[in-house]
């Protein structure tokens, strides 16, 4: 992916280079329309944005290749905002000054990439629960479909009890859930891994459940050495599993559910019974907000059995403490529960629950999570301060 993006940039620089015109219609330099990656911001960083372009280390090394030298960014880089778009990044522009082709002066550039959202509870876009104000940071990140206006501290608010126990919770709402607004496009665990990426800083407990674990999976492969362990609560990971029949009869029934009910309220009530979401997340929702789920079901992107096994990969090359949780209830989620552990080199465990949320139907829960977390960080002195 970076040398393809490393080959568009030298492809279009070399056109433009030779054309004065180019070089100099648009701000004094030439618009590369690509999307560079970057490192992700923490939400501890500088905020002036001329101070926080990060540029990977193998990206600048390819772009070396490709020109011969690259100055360093100056202290003040030329930053622009083009404009405020939904969802949880802004289109930005940084300037670059790399030398001319055929000995000629060097030139300024402007490399186009995604800078993500401050993650802070001031954020308008993403609403954050905090629990706790000292301790390791812990994340939760929840499931469900967009339209929902049950936030993540309705998921996890049995969680709340670990904040007493000298962790920092910390429960945003995805967007287009809860609180937080409208991202302007499906749910995508990858799109929401770049910002879950983010909220990690430089280390903590992650935790996802159900879809929210598809997102949580897809953020640790992007940062694994921010993730100090991983636990996926009844992960949304049937396609790694299809194999097993159970799974299989659960992944039809799911299916057939999509495409033959055509009411969209319909559709989440029917969608809701069948995952097993309890009364106390789902129940009493106006017609109006199961419309809004029934459509975010419909469009909701799950990753494949190819996406989460180099995922699965990556969290047991890195070494990160995994632990898988179902609930006993259902052979499917058992079944891909432990699929998705033998995968990623974890552990499954079964905390007995009669629906899909183990994690709120007793302590049982949490005092697994707690020794678990606890010895993930006696392997790592560095994250008990």
């Known amino acids: ?15 433009a280079a030779s054309n004065s015109q180019a070089a100099t219609r648009d701000k004094n330099g030439i618009d590369v329309d690509i999307q560079w990656h970057l490192l992700p911001m923490t939400h501890n960083d500088p905020a002036p944005p001329a101070v926080v372009v990060k540029l990977r280390a193998d990206l600048l090394a390819s772009l070396h290749e490709g020109y011969g030298h690259l100055a360093s960014l100056p202290t003040g880089p030329s930053f622009d905002i083009k404009r405020d778009e939904p969802g949880p990044c802004t289109q930005g522009v940084a300037k670059l000054e790399v030398p001319g082709h055929s000995g000629s002066t060097a030139r300024p550039i402007f490399v186009a990439w995604r800078k993500p959202q401050s993650t802070m509870m001031s954020d308008e876009r993403l609403h954050v629960t905090q629990w706790g104000e000292a301790g390791p940071q812990v994340i939760f990140i929840h499931g469900s479909a ?11 608010a049995r969680q709340q009890e670990l904040a007493a126990r000298g962790w920092k919770i910390v429960v945003p709402d995805r967007p287009g859930h809860g609180q937080s607004r409208a991202p302007g496009r499906p749910d995508d665990a990858e799109a929401d891994a770049v910002w879950v990426a983010e909220l990690l800083g ?9 879809f929210g674990g598809c997102v949580a999976l897809a953020a640790a492969a992007l940062r694994p050495e921010a993730v100090a362990s991983l636990t996926l609560i009844e992960p949304g990971m049937q396609k790694l599993a299809l194999d097993i029949p159970a799974v299989r009869s659960f992944g039809l029934s799911l ?19 069948l995952v097993g979401i309890p009364d106390s997340i789902d129940g009493n929702r106006p017609k109006d907000e199961l419309k809004a789920m029934g459509r975010g079901i419909s469009r909701l992107k799950v990753p494949g059995k190819a996406d989460l096994t180099r995922q699965l990969a990556i969290v047991k090359a890195k070494g990160i403490p995994l632990l898988v949780v179902t609930g006993g209830w259902n052979a499917a989620f058992d079944a891909t529960g432990e699929r998705v552990a033998q995968t990623g080199g974890g552990l499954h465990e079964i905390i007995a629950s009669p629906h899909h949320f183990p994690q709120a139907v007793s302590e049982a829960f949490n005092d697994r999570l707690d020794a678990f977390m606890r010895a993930a960080d006696a392997q790592d002195p560095g994250m008990s301060g």
């Not at 992916?1 to 056109?15: A, I, N, P, Q, S």
């Open 1 to 15: 992916m970076h040398r393809c993006l490393v080959t568009d940039l030298v492809e279009r620089f070399g056109k």
């Open 146 to 156: 967009q339209g929902s206006r049950v936030g993540g501290d309705r998921h996890f």
């Open 202 to 210: 430089d280390r903590a407990h992650l935790i996802g459940h159900s």
């Open 255 to 273: 299916k057939m559910t999509l495409m033959f009910t055509w009411s969209d309220a319909a559709r989440a009530q029917k969608f809701a019974k």
